[in-house]
């Protein structure tokens, strides 16, 4: 009941066109709900260097990245000693990765390794890295290192959703992903700092 009980709008009722929104001038937030694309999606032109849309999801078995870790929970979901990246069998054919194995999923903005989940529960083009993971660069102090552990925050942008809400812009990144061939590398984000060390 907008006289009532009305809602913290200027009308006091749902507002499907914001009059206050309009005033503010954003050119990627309208004030009426409608579509904008994407600066990174499958349908761009970088998905052709980058063919796989990358979801972020939270993980299943902590809070972020608290719990990371616990090794009596990690033990449950790590694969290979990493995060789990989850892949599609048609595309981890095409890249002659197996279940199990370690990969490197990379873009522009970074570069980690995880352990490969290969299922068709999740659709073709698209990947899915849970948030959270530690990071653990091979370099440290080098934004460019490839981090051992699977740290997805590595990979996506950081650039909010639009100027009016300023929100995490969370499943918004391509990557490509490969099979690893490097040099075995210990995963280390969870070892203590050296006594004196900074």
Known sequence: DPLL????????????????????????????????????????????????????????YRLHSQYNQCGSLTDIYN??????????????????????????VFNERGQVLAGAIVTDDIRPRVTSLSEGGWYDPVKRGDPDSLCKHGHANALVKD?????????????????????????ELPVTAFDPPEEGSE
């Not at 009059?19 to 904008?36: R, T």
């Not at 969370?170 to 992903?177: D, H, K, P, S």
Request: hydrophobic letters at 30%; proline letters at 9%; glycine letters at 8%.
């Open 79 to 104: 694969v290979a000693g990493r995060e789990p990246v989850t892949i599609n069998t048609r595309d981890a054919k095409a890249r002659n990765i197996k279940n199990g194995d370690v990969v490197r």
């Open 5 to 60: 009980e009305p809602l913290g709008t200027a009308s006091g009722k749902i507002e499907i066109y914001c009059k206050n929104i309009e005033k503010m001038g954003y050119a990627d937030c309208g004030p009426h709900p409608q579509w904008y694309e994407p600066f990174e999606w499958i349908g761009s032109p970088m998905a052709e260097k980058f063919p796989l849309h990358l979801l972020t999801p939270h993980p299943r």
């Open 159 to 183: 650039k909010p959703t639009s100027s009016l809400s300023q929100s995490c812009n969370a499943n918004t990144a391509l990557v490509q992903i490969e099979k690893y061939t490097g040099a």
